[in-house]
């Protein structure tokens, strides 16, 4: 991190976003000085200058929900700090994950917006006409058939030259794996908590 410009502000205050370092998410908006900075350095618990009680303030020392350092970045300017952390609880005094009001979880883009789909067509009512639906009403052992087929199919155009092949036929296994693992009751999050445990 560049030594922040703290003449830039009045007062010697930087406003900080503050993100979760695994989801992304912005949890929050504060401000730090230079005294903040270094007690957040020294104590690894984000600590900033409350502007409303005229002194330095560790988020959670009341609360218990504490936003645990992993990372400083500087902006380009050196007058925005960018920080990283690891969330004990919801950061809101409100109670919600975010001063925006938004759930804090991980977001793979459009695969979470697929999942989503899926388990919208998986609870739509009966009679459904869709795909998804339809595998979900032939049961676990249909859809894991389905899974092999697709892998199959992957494994087969990776040995040809055709990559739009390749691509199509990983694009029908993901797809049908998202489908295997709602049928189960699990999540892309889950496994992929499983990848970064073995990382």
């Given amino acids: 991190m560049n030594t922040p410009d703290w003449s830039k502000n009045e007062n010697g205050l930087l406003p900080a976003i503050v993100q979760d370092a695994t989801t992304k998410i912005v949890l929050m908006l504060g401000y730090l000085n230079q005294e903040a900075l270094a007690k957040t350095l020294e104590t690894k618990k984000v600590t900033f200058y409350s502007r409303t009680k005229k002194r330095l303030w560790t988020k959670g020392e009341e609360s218990g929900n504490f936003l645990h350092l992993v990372d400083i970045k500087n902006d380009c300017d050196n007058d925005t700090l960018l920080i990283s952390v690891r969330p004990d609880g919801p950061t809101c005094h409100t109670g919600s994950?975010?001063?925006?009001?938004?759930?804090?979880?991980?977001?793979?883009?459009?695969?979470?917006?697929?999942?989503?789909?899926?388990?919208?067509?998986?609870?739509?009512?009966?009679g459904s006409t869709s795909y998804v639906a339809s595998l979900f009403e032939k049961g676990i052992n249909k859809i894991a058939q389905?899974?092999?087929?697709?892998?199959?199919?992957?494994?087969?155009?990776?040995?040809?030259?055709?990559?739009?092949?390749?691509?199509?036929?990983?694009?029908?296994?993901?797809?049908?794996?998202?489908?295997?693992?709602?049928?189960?009751?699990?999540?892309?999050?889950?496994?992929?908590?499983?990848?970064?445990?073995?990382?």
């Fill in 146 to 199: 389905k899974v092999g087929e697709e892998a199959v199919e992957t494994v087969i155009e990776a040995k040809d030259t055709n990559d739009d092949l390749f691509l199509n036929e990983s694009a029908d296994l993901l797809f049908h794996y998202l489908i295997l693992l709602q049928a189960k009751g699990f999540t892309l999050e889950q496994v992929v908590k499983v990848l970064e445990q073995r990382h």
């Fill in 97 to 126: 994950d975010t001063c925006w009001d938004e759930e804090n979880t991980s977001n793979y883009g459009f695969l979470s917006k697929l999942e989503t789909v899926i388990k919208q067509r998986r609870t739509a009512a009966d």
